[in-house]
């Protein structure tokens, strides 16, 4: 298949099945109306809108590959452990039975990076650590500081990544088959944009096995008032 064919290959069987879901919880609640009781159609209407979310989440993401190889980011002097919160607080609401600890640098060390991009990349990463986990389990938010760098860790307790694997997720719509990931939904988009994002912001991206689960390391150069200078970036 050419890589256009894939594309819409991809796409559109990512856009049908939530879709079809939407349709059918509506075309059953509207059919059936006065046989459901109250809990039925709270739980329907979740779907609904749980299914929704998850299309506005891929268009978002479809947009994002399109949009990234000419994107101007705004580079910008930022706390790290503020920027991270809101987006835990965000996975927290779509994932209510795992637990989110946030072990952060007192210092709370600054980033340069364009913060909508940073907490992108951060969704992605904590979003795929509870995707790829189990209800109940753990998942961990580090950072930490040296001279030069800030690191973020995002650990989980999940079904973890292979050697092989750790090669592939990085690419464009690149899924992991086996018994595990199968039923998880994805595009395969999201740690493609995140590496692309992190290397723009001239960071690093690095994956390892725990001994259950997998950790996730970003490192992005530390906030420098020389660098910022001579980069002309903006404050
Ligand atoms: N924390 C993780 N634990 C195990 N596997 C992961 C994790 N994060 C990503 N993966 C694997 O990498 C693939 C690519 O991830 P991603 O680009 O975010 O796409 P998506 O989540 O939409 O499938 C996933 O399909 C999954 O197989
Ligand atoms: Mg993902």
Redesign the pocket.
Known sequence: MTNQEDFIATVSHELRTPLTSIRGFAQTMLASWDRLDDDSKKKFLGIIEQQSNRLINLVENILSVTKLPNESLILKNIPVNSSITPVVQIVQQQYKHHKFITLFDKSNPSVTVDLEKFQQIMI?LIE??A???DEGSTVKVLTSHTDKNVSVKIQ?E????TDE?KEK?FGKF???DNPL?RKIQ???????ITKTLVDKMHGKIVVRSLDK??E?EVIFPAYNIEDHVKCSVTQ
Do not use: E, Q, V
């Open positions: 992605n795929n650590a995707k790829y986990s989980d999940g079904i973890g990544i694997d997720i690149s899924r992991i990931t994805g595009s395969g988009l999201g740690l493609f689960g997998s996730f």
